[in-house]
């Protein structure tokens, strides 16, 4: 054991590094969490409720980048309706009408899209 400069023993070298079972890949396609089979109830209701909300989650981040949008310029706004381009993927709206918001960069158009996905 190491010395730290109190004179005490470090008790961090001594501890063994942790070993995490990995699934087999037949164990991966039985379960649609395979990633995450070793989650406590709790920890499942948890995941479960995010992904019943994802929908709203994805919305409401929406109605933020429109917000963002309205008030910022250059580079800042370039990113801004990449991450746009990504989350109307993921609320699942037609190829088209991403392109059409996207590709012109209207906020208006933008924020009259999120007013219809959030009623």
């Known amino acids: 054991m190491l010395a730290s400069a109190g004179g005490h023993a470090d008790s961090r070298a001594a ?3 942790p070993h995490f079972p990995t699934a087999s890949p037949s164990q991966a396609s039985d379960s649609p969490m395979a990633k995450h089979q070793n989650l406590t109830k709790h920890q499942q209701g948890i995941v479960n409720r995010y ?13 933020e980048l429109v917000s963002e949008l309205a008030v910022s310029e250059g580079k800042k706004a370039a990113g801004l309706w990449k991450r746009v381009e990504l989350a109307l993927r993921q609320c699942g709206i037609e190829e088209a009408k991403i392109r059409a918001v996207v590709d012109g960069a209207d906020v208006k158009k933008l924020a009259e899209l999120v007013g219809r996905l959030s009623k």
């Open 15 to 17: 501890q063994p590094v």
């Open 51 to 63: 992904y019943a909300q994802h929908d709203a989650i994805h919305v409401t981040k929406l109605m």
